[in-house]
């Protein structure tokens, strides 16, 4: 990319009609380069069925390439007009609290055949309408896209069709899946039951990643579409987000990115952070990190982050462009706030642009025309940054599937994004940067440090890849949890780590939830006298001969076994580190 993208979501169908050429204005003033437009105005789009409306996208289209302004257009399927749900309604999505109420966005069931007809009607005549102008860069598909813990009718059909390839014998699935526990067992597909109430987490967890599988279906299905139209110089992105906790917190339980990035030219996210005081850059690290992992060796697009935001986030003098120049540092090529103007109505109202409701200039304004001249100066040295790390932290859906099924104590959540936001946060308050991987390969060898949080359902392939990986001389901090259960989520009948005892060193049979539990250090390297506190976990881990002891256990009962271990395997070495340190 030869620039630095600046840009902003633009609803020109939202706003008053007089706003369009001084809002260009003010866009110019700012150093915008770039606008998103019309993933979120199906209704507008198409008033009734088979009658189009592209009055607001024409106009815009045409203002901003008079005023040297980009567009990228989204594919507007995530919010489904009244009139599809009246006539369809079972295109609404079902879950476990039944089906869903009109109202909402991204209510829709992505794997219903009569959504996806009118889909793709409504893609193709945008797409036929708009694909030659000369403004459009680039096309966005859908937003935010999920399965939306849809377990209709369709997605459970596809799930049983699934498992009949995979599983000619049903004998074997009831093997894997240990079925014959309160007489789960299966012994004709006719009486496959519903999945959503099941206790099995191996059927559970496998109709999770079957939900996953179909959002990536759905997205090469739209960017199939969208690239028989698109010119060859325009781009196909989407905007990933993460599991959402009041901000963006960790990794995503309902999309496998890694999969479903496979159907883009350029990688896209939206990453949202706490501001003011709380801000401390961590989700602009993390989510940076992950999305730079899926296309290896490209620049991202932060498609959306907040301007203004919710009244909390209002950000203090300077945060603006610190968190801009934060997202270019990571790898990013474009940062697009959400959004231009403040909205007037609905349920983002007090979610604000860059303009607040009186279309006023304001000081997060005056700020964000800073960065636009920065950007257009800098942009020489920025646009194709990369970032070169030699530190990889592995993530798993499937482990996080498996690890929040089996909550410790009266731990609630997504623990495993818990467990994930521990190790992340901690090499980046030390300042190390690092790669957010999904798997172990031959190029994982670049890494000097392997880090292996929660790992808890894993093939054996993918442990016998780490322990190559030590075997080679890399450098692993294997985390608890790990190793524990096959892909199946059926437990290791060997001794604790499983596979990854080769490498580690240690066995445990034996674990607990701490309490009144810290630990002590027991080499001179590690001083951990005013931050030892165990808590949510802790394994009892038994070091074999010529493992290290780093830490241990200080309690009356369990002061014996070692906490933290080092162990040497081929020319690498490996920690395991079995307990959960309560944050400072």
């Known amino acids: ?9 633009y609803y020109d169908e939202y706003m008053p009609e007089d ?5 260009i204005a003010l866009m110019r003033e700012t150093g915008i380069n770039v606008v998103r437009i019309a993933e979120s105005t199906w209704s507008t789009l198409e008033p009734e069925e088979g009658q189009y409306n592209f009055y607001h996208i024409d106009r815009v289209l045409e203002a901003m390439h008079e005023a040297g302004i980009a567009v990228i257009v989204g594919t507007p399927t995530y919010a489904v007009p009244a009139w599809l749900a009246a006539k369809h309604p079972d295109i609404l999505v079902t879950t476990v609290a039944g089906q869903q109420k009109y109202g909402p966005r991204q209510i829709m069931d992505i794997v219903n055949p009569t959504f996806r007809r009118y889909a793709e009607k409504i893609i193709r005549t945008l797409m036929a309408h708009v694909q030659h102008h000369p403004a459009i860069i680039g096309w966005q598909l859908d937003n935010e896209t999920k399965h939306y813990d849809n377990i209709g ?6 799930f049983v069709r699934s498992l009949q390839e995979k599983y ?8 894997d899946f240990g079925l014959d526990y309160w007489s789960n067992r299966i012994d004709r597909w006719q009486d496959f039951p519903p999945v959503e109430n099941t206790i099995n987490a191996s059927l559970a967890c496998a109709f999770s990643r079957y939900q996953r599988q179909q959002v990536t279906e759905y997205l090469a299905w739209q960017a199939a579409i969208v690239r028989e139209y698109a010119q060859p110089h325009q781009f196909v992105t989407h905007n990933f987000d993460f599991e959402w906790r009041g901000y963006s917190y960790g990794v995503q339980p309902r999309v496998d990115h890694f999969a479903a990035a496979q159907a883009l030219d350029i990688a896209g996210v ?5 501001s003011q005081a709380h801000l401390t850059g961590r989700e602009i690290a993390f989510g940076g990190a992950i999305t730079r992992s899926l296309k290896p060796g490209q620049n991202y697009f932060v498609l959306e982050t907040q301007a203004q935001g919710f009244a909390q986030w209002t950000p203090f003098p300077g945060q603006l462009r610190l968190q801009a120049f934060s997202h270019i540092a990571s790898g990013a090529a474009m940062v697009s706030y959400w959004h231009w103007h403040s909205i007037h109505n609905a349920f983002e109202t007090y979610w604000k642009g860059l303009l607040s409701h009186d279309f006023s200039r304001n000081p997060t304004w005056q700020e964000a025309t800073t960065i636009g001249a920065d950007f257009a100066r800098l942009s020489p040295q920025l646009a194709e940054l990369k970032a070169e790390n030699d530190v990889a932290l592995l993530i798993s859906n499937e482990a996080m599937d498996a690890l929040n099924h089996f909550l410790p104590g009266d731990a609630r959540g997504n623990i495993y994004n818990d467990i994930f936001r521990r190790f992340h946060d901690a090499l980046y308050d030390h300042n190390i940067s690092l790669d957010i991987i999904h798997d172990v390969n031959e190029e994982t060898s670049r890494y000097r440090v392997l880090i292996v ?13 780490i322990n190559d990986y030590i075997a080679r001389g890399g450098r692993a901090l294997i985390g608890f949890k790990s190793g524990f259960s096959d892909e199946n989520v059926k437990v290791r009948s060997s001794a604790q780590p499983g596979v990854l005892r080769q490498s580690c060193g240690v066995s445990y049979s034996q674990f607990t939830l701490p309490e009144e539990t810290t630990v002590s ?3 001179a390297e590690i001083d951990c006298r005013n931050d030892n506190q165990a808590e949510l976990w802790m394994e009892l881990l038994t070091p074999d001969d010529g493992t290290r002891t780093l830490l241990r256990y200080q309690h009356p009962a369990w002061g014996e076994y070692a906490a933290a271990t080092e162990a040497d395997y081929g020319q690498g070495r490996a920690c395991t580190l079995a307990f959960c340190r309560r944050r400072a």
């Open 1 to 9: 990319m030869s620039h630095l993208f600046y840009g902003v979501a």
């Open 19 to 23: 706003r369009l050429a001084k809002d």
């Open 153 to 158: 009718r369709y997605m459970q059909e596809g």
């Open 168 to 175: 000619p014998d049903l004998r074997q699935l009831n093997r």
């Open 270 to 274: 939206d990453i949202y952070h706490p």
């Open 453 to 465: 949080p929660g790992l808890y359902a894993a093939d054996e392939g993918l442990l016998t890849r």
């Open 521 to 523: 250090s027991c080499c």
